[in-house]
């Protein structure tokens, strides 16, 4: 099982940003399809972006588009969430997540098969 592990949460202001990183083990990342989630307080976790194995195919969930950008560096083993114009409402722990199978770009969690530890995310007014 390949092994996710997410970097860069953190306490922001509002209209702020933060860039997360997801590091992956192994020598097959360029094979997989790659996702952020999200899960805030009393909430189920939620889809928030995600990306093929070649970054053609990117998709976002509607509360973040415009503001959320997902991109991968294949060659450093690495998905990143570049997050601008942070809400309070993005306040949640953020997921990092892998389909080592590499199919089409999945929307929910049962089309991911590897997920990190998670990293808090807190925008405040």
């Not at 997360?20 to 094979?31: D, I, N, Q, W």
């Not at 991968?72 to 993005?90: F, G, I």
């Not at 089409?104 to 007014?125: A, C, K, M, P």
């Amino acid at each position: 099982q390949v092994q996710l592990v997410e970097s860069g949460g953190g306490l922001v202001q509002a209209g702020g940003s933060l860039r997360l990183s997801c590091a992956a083990s192994g020598r097959t990342f360029s094979g997989y399809v790659m996702g952020w989630f999200r899960q805030a307080p009393g909430k189920e976790r939620e889809f928030v972006a995600g990306i093929g194995r070649f970054s053609l195919n990117i998709y976002y969930a509607d509360s973040v588009k415009g503001r959320f950008t997902i991109s991968r560096d294949n060659a450093k083993n690495t998905v990143y969430l570049q997050m601008n114009s942070l809400k309070p409402e993005d306040t949640a722990i953020y997921y990092c997540a892998a389909d080592r199978r590499g199919r089409r770009v999945g929307l929910t969690e049962g089309d991911f098969d590897s997920w990190g530890q998670g990293t808090q995310v807190t925008v405040y007014t």
